[in-house]
């Protein structure tokens, strides 16, 4: 039951495009239950270039 779970949440952030992996990977970053080991600030401040970038491509579409 769990490892289904586990797979349905894995499906749905490979289904999900750039924006939104980018939108939650600054969520995860910024969260205090998420127990990431490497520096917050710099992840979170590569992903918001990141995102800002694409952002930038597709508003001059």
Do not use: H, P, Q
């Amino acid at each position: 039951m769990e490892e289904n779970k586990v797979e349905n949440v894995i499906n749905i952030i490979k289904d999900m495009n750039i924006k939104d992996k980018l939108r939650l990977g600054i969520c995860l970053t910024t969260s205090n239950w998420a127990n990431i080991l490497y520096n917050k600030t710099e992840m979170y401040e590569k992903f918001d270039t990141m995102l800002k970038e694409i952002d930038e491509n597709i508003e001059l579409l």
